[in-house]
């Protein structure tokens, strides 16, 4: 039988341990573009350890809930940050790591607007849109060598609301 992990709204301070929360609260920095634009200023941790910061467009599936949660994945040589091109939310699962391998898993939902960034090495899902489009830009490390570890769960766990 499968364990449940519940769905929980997205905030900074839940996601800390995992990332950065990327989004347009609060006052902005700045403002700019003769006082036409706000600017949210440095929202996320990049940490590449070679390569160099790539973007790129991703196209995802929708999931369904509830959700089968069997594998989760780790970048130990960069941050990713995953932006919506849309307003639609998505699933984050994460996980902390114990002794190299993943925890137990905890998942968000975002609100329309709020992207994420997974710190270097951190457990994470893969990329979970709950509606269409499902387009993403991706904020990456582009470099040699293998920068992904995969680890699959036993028993699966059940993602839900």
């Not at 910061?53 to 991703?58: D, E, L, N, R, T």
Request: glycine fraction near 10%; aromatic fraction near 8%; charged fraction near 20%.
């Amino acid at each position: 039988m499968s364990e449940i992990i519940t769905i929980r709204p997205l905030t900074a301070e839940a996601f800390a341990p995992y990332g950065d929360v990327l989004d347009a609260t609060g006052d902005p920095d700045r403002i700019i573009n003769a006082g036409l634009c706000g600017r949210y200023h440095d929202r996320a941790k990049l940490d590449f350890g070679d390569g160099r910061a790539g973007i790129s467009v991703f196209s995802a599936e929708p999931r369904n809930l509830p959700l089968a949660l069997d594998m989760v994945e780790r970048h130990p040589d960069g941050s990713q940050a995953f932006l919506p091109m849309s307003l639609e939310p998505f699933l984050v699962v994460v996980a902390p790591d114990e002794t190299g391998k993943p925890g137990r898993p905890v998942a968000f939902r975002t609100e329309p607007g709020q992207g994420v960034n997974y710190h270097r090495g951190i457990w994470h899902g893969v990329l979970a849109p709950l509606s269409s489009p499902g387009l993403f830009a991706v904020i990456d490390r582009i470099g040699e060598g293998a920068n992904l570890e995969e680890h699959w769960f036993e028993t699966p766990f059940l993602v839900q609301d």
